[in-house]
């Protein structure tokens, strides 16, 4: 999709400054505070990044995770690893920097990449509760629905809707004349900054691209609310505590992500953000962009008995070999 920012910015010219790059203020504070940061945040990354690699290790080398629910999780780690990475190594960088310039070009194209990477992964949530609801409200027709087949064709619908959902609205959005001033009080290029700095306004273009945000999440929470309510009744229904207990082990992780990804997303993209404090919104966008990719790992390794027993079993296999 990178033939959509070659060259974004506006062909007026008649402007007195035409802005060719954006100054991302991040996170205020002294010199000290900014290596602190940086510390903490490449600890969280590398962390993230070895969390989530090693999900999809494990479901890749146990045959036991070889199943619709390990397959869809697997692909869920991969989706997390390119969403964090998407934020977090410009983010690196730019506490470091001493000008915190990025390039107009490459302000939209982490634009495009966020929002892409984040409704893939608001549609990803709604198939694995999807899965659930099958596992445990449908135990009988689950193996013949949720095929190998039928499950990639899920994954690449995620995908596919995520990454070709955004194009055109973000396109027309880095046609809008920046002329100046440039300073985005943020840590990336978000959608209420860029149209603050918009020398004209679009109200079209600004309502088509939360219409379509705000029904994504709308429709993808209301999906997995009522999944889960159905779920829940037929687990209650179960008559031993044996079972119940099992079936709360398997969905109370996903169920524990979903209410920290949407709990902050919808404060961001759903509810009014102008009597929010600058600083109070880069932390909520911290939580669901940055902290949820760490925490997944360690919720459902924690959370689910066959994970931790996979991720144990990789992780000493991989002792015994070095040993060896």
Known sequence: ????????????????????????????????????????????YVLTLLGN???????????????????????????????????????????????????????FLQFYFFFSLGTTECLFLAVMAYDRYLAICHPLQYPAIMTGRFCGKLV????LIGFFG???????????????PNIIDHFLCDMDPLMALSCAPAPITECIFYTQSSLVLFFTSIYILRSYIL?????????????????FSTCGSHLVVVSLFY?????????????????WQKIFTLVYSV?????????????????????????FGMRVHQNS
Not at 26 to 43: H, M
Not at 173 to 178: D, E, Y
């Open 1 to 44: 999709m990178s033939f959509f920012f070659v060259d974004l910015r506006p062909m007026n010219r008649s402007a007195t400054h035409v802005v060719t790059e954006f100054i991302l203020l991040g996170f205020p504070g002294c010199w000290k505070i900014q290596i602190f940061l940086f510390s903490l945040f490449l600890v969280i």
């Open 53 to 107: 690699g090693a999900i999809i290790y494990a479901v890749r080398c146990n045959p036991r995770l070889h199943t619709p629910m390990y397959f869809l999780l697997g692909n869920f780690a991969f989706l997390e690893i390119w969403y964090v990475s998407s934020t977090v190594p410009n983010m690196l960088a730019n506490i470091l920097s001493t000008t915190k310039a990025i390039s107009f070009s490459g302000c």
């Open 156 to 159: 690449s619908f995620c995908w």
């Open 166 to 180: 955004y194009p055109i609205p973000i396109f027309f959005i880095s046609r809008l004349p920046f002329c100046g």
């Open 231 to 247: 779920l829940l009744r037929a687990v209650f229904q179960v008559p031993s505590a044996a079972g119940r207990r099992k079936a």
């Open 263 to 279: 709990g902050t997303v919808m404060v961001m993209y759903v509810s009014p953000t102008y009597g929010i404090p600058t600083l």
């Open 291 to 315: 902290m949820t990719p760490l925490f997944n790992p360690l919720i459902y390794s924690l959370r689910n008995k066959d994970m931790k027993l996979a991720l144990r079993n990789v992780l």
